[in-house]
């Protein structure tokens, strides 16, 4: 499968190129304007997914793209940090599953985090169909930008979106490095046979208070 995967150049970009690799034709795109070391060799395109032009290329012949960037963005800096991390998040979700959806890429994988679950009480137990709480700073109000633009594009039924909100990589109420690309892979290759709305939702996260102890990747749906 050819895949375009944003984020690259951060640290759940990195494992996840280096994980789905081995088995899918990766290009790969963030904002750093090149990658180190080895992964220098890579098909790697740094782009501001806002702009169509640079996006447009990114996705042609692509079978699927994993949007990670708004799970893990690139830092911001400046007076209108906050504004400019909102923007990158909304609009830039925008833009990216739009030219996905022209290109007629079937599918989009979209991440999120659980942190937007965490003002609920501790003893509460929290899924998928709980509504989010984000705090009022772009760190929180980002990712959720992202995930209500992706929706919308599954609304329209012609691109299956796959949300997947991970905690910290290895923290608390955090994901394993092989849960988080255990249910990469799977958003890539789940089987979906409904007409119309394509929008599913899964927490991916290993170990405490919203973790997924029935199974070790994540099988349960919010439509």
């Not at 984020?7 to 304007?33: F, K």
Request: glycine residues 8%; negative net charge; proline residues 6%.
């Amino acid at each position: 499968m050819k895949v375009l995967l944003t984020g690259a150049d951060r640290p759940l970009g990195v494992l996840a190129a280096a994980r789905l690799g081995e088995v899918h034709d990766l290009r790969l795109t963030g904002s750093a304007a090149t990658l180190e070391g080895a992964r220098a060799a890579t098909d790697y395109h740094a782009a501001d997914l806002r702009v169509p032009e640079e996006v447009e290329p990114l996705v042609a012949g692509m079978d699927a793209v994993i949007h990670l960037d708004p799970y893990d963005p690139a830092p911001v800096a400046g007076a209108n940090a906050e504004q400019e991390r909102i923007d990158i998040a909304g609009r830039g979700t925008y833009v990216l599953l739009q030219a996905a959806s022209q290109a007629g890429v079937g599918r989009a994988v979209v991440a999120s985090t659980v942190a937007l679950l965490d003002r609920y009480p501790d003893d509460y137990v929290v899924n998928e169909s709980w509504k989010p709480q984000p705090d009022a700073q772009a760190e929180s109000l980002a990712p959720l930008m992202s995930e209500l633009c992706a929706r919308e594009f599954a609304r329209q039924g012609e691109l299956c979106v796959v949300g997947l909100r991970f905690g910290a990589l290895n923290g608390t109420d955090g994901t394993t490095e092989d849960h988080a690309a255990g249910a990469l892979e799977e958003a890539l290759t789940m089987e979906v046979d409904q007409p119309g709305y394509l929008w599913y939702l899964y927490h991916v996260v290993s170990t405490g208070r919203f973790a997924n102890r029935d199974n070790p990747l994540p099988l349960r749906a919010s439509h």
